[in-house]
């Protein structure tokens, strides 16, 4: 359904050293840096024929996370899920709500972990039981 998805960073290198170490769990590359004709930087990883990429702001703003948005990244099994929330702390994230864990939910039993970035994008790391 999603071809890409796109959140703003305040310090685009502090971004690449989080978001290649927390997304080389999942089996993405390096992220591609990327100067547009602007002059702005950004940043793209690939995998799975999905994208998720990072910029500065293109309106020169502070870039600011979302109030109630979530970005959820798919992990193939519960220890991936914790691997996932441990090497976001590890690389200047924090740890939010429930410690990563099995969760009970309407949607069927799910691994979940979830923390924030650290320009405080939400970020989730998933695993349906089958």
């Known amino acids: 359904m999603l071809n890409h998805v796109m959140l703003g960073s305040n310090d685009i290198d502090r971004s690449k050293r989080f978001y290649d170490a927390l997304l080389a769990v999942l089996g993405a590359g390096e992220g591609v840096r990327n100067v547009a004709s602007s002059g702005h930087v950004r940043l793209f990883y690939r995998h799975d024929g999905s994208s998720f990429c990072l910029s500065q702001p293109i309106d ?56 924030r970035d650290p320009d405080g994008h939400k970020l989730c790391a998933i695993h349906r039981v089958k």
Do not use: W
């Open 60 to 115: 020169g703003e502070a870039a600011t996370c979302s109030n109630g948005g979530t970005i959820g990244f798919k992990c193939n099994s519960p220890e991936q899920v914790k691997q996932f929330h441990d090497v976001a702390v590890a690389h200047g994230g924090r740890s939010i709500e429930d410690p990563p864990g099995l969760r009970e939910s309407g949607m069927g039993a799910l691994h979940l972990a979830y923390v």
